[in-house]
């Protein structure tokens, strides 16, 4: 994998950026649960941004790959949204135990 340029690099965070502000402004007369997914899908991008710049790691990926699962269940229930956001938080603790981002 060859390491992406300034130039990319910059692209990539400024739409990433891009994202995260039109989400926030959009967020003003949406559902509530679309905070929390939009927060999440940013947190995929940039675990996806970091690998590019091969800065990733298995904790990473572990929860990148978490997020990728679950996170249109938003659209299904409140109830089954919030058991995957607790489920995630709590998968995030045994991660925060390997300091060098080994698992």
Known sequence: ????SKNEL?????????YMVS????????PKLYGPFRIIDAVSRLVDILRKMDLTSPRLQ????KIEEEK???MD???KFTTF???LVMSLVPLMDDRKGKT
């Open 62 to 65: 572990t929860i990148q790959k």
């Open 10 to 18: 910059e692209q990539e965070f400024f739409e990433l950026v891009c």
């Open 23 to 30: 989400s926030a402004r959009n967020l003003i007369p949406e």
């Open 85 to 87: 956001m607790e489920n």
């Open 72 to 74: 249109y269940s938003v």
């Open 77 to 79: 229930t409140e109830e």
């Open 1 to 4: 994998m060859s390491t992406p």
